[in-house]
């Protein structure tokens, strides 16, 4: 069983304990949490991948926080009209009808459900992560791009710095200790551009391995 968390919302404690008992005979159990028909703000909707309901027989009302069931897969359980009901207000639900050894259906559709939940996440979490990874290196490749004219841009900048510095013509004292400034932190930004150029080797060093290893795993699952 996949791990998660499970709501069962129920006023019949043999129904809660029919469903604990079978789950408690599984090595990777889920969290089971068991709140009243009465829901209201006993449980926050966005902490369970699974919810429960039932029994629901002829004359049981439904929890009164519809809002509880927005972002999880919910499972109803109870008689075939109670289910017809069910299925007319909320035609996403899972129905699973009480029959003899309902607990253990109820098992396997809530094993494939949780499963399903899990594999959604880690699709979404590598999605996040390929999308980060393809922003920074567009970005990367952006500021190894326009290097080049970034460093024109500097060398004119400590050129012209040097040659007003080394001026005959004086400058007042702020003057001069502005233009040093400018100088002392043109050259900074030098040293950021020097490590971003070892930066850009590195890249294409690592992208040169990647082709070569890429290549030969085909070569050795050529025929």
């Known amino acids: 069983m996949t791990p998660g968390q499970i709501l069962v919302v129920s006023d019949d404690a043999e129904f809660v304990r029919a469903i604990s008992a079978r789950w408690q005979t599984e090595k990777n159990a889920p969290d089971i949490t068991a709140v009243s028909m009465n829901v209201r703000r006993q449980a926050s909707p966005t902490n369970y991948s699974l919810v429960v309901v039932g029994p629901l027989h002829q004359g049981t009302e439904l929890p009164s926080t519809p809002a509880l069931y927005m972002e999880s897969t919910v499972c109803a359980v109870g008689d075939l009209p109670s289910l017809a009901s069910v299925r007319a207000k909320y035609g996403d639900w899972l129905l699973l009808p009480e029959y003899a050894g309902w607990p253990e259906a109820l098992f396997s559709v809530a094993k494939e459900a949780l499963r399903r939940i899990s594999a959604e ?103």
């Not at 040169?208 to 890429?214: A, V």
């Open 121 to 223: 996440k880690r699709a979404r979490e590598a999605e996040l992560t390929y999308s980060s990874q393809q922003y920074f290196d567009v970005l990367g490749r952006s500021l190894l791009e326009a290097r080049p004219g970034m460093f024109n841009v500097l060398t004119s900048l400590l050129g012209n710095a040097d040659l007003i510095l080394m001026s005959e013509e004086s400058l007042s004292a702020g003057c001069q200790e502005q233009m040093q400034t400018i100088r002392t932190m043109a050259l900074r930004l030098n040293e950021m551009l020097q490590r971003l150029s070892s930066l850009g080797s590195e890249m294409e060093l690592s992208d040169w391995k990647s082709q070569l290893e890429t290549a030969e795993k085909q070569k050795v699952k050529a025929p």
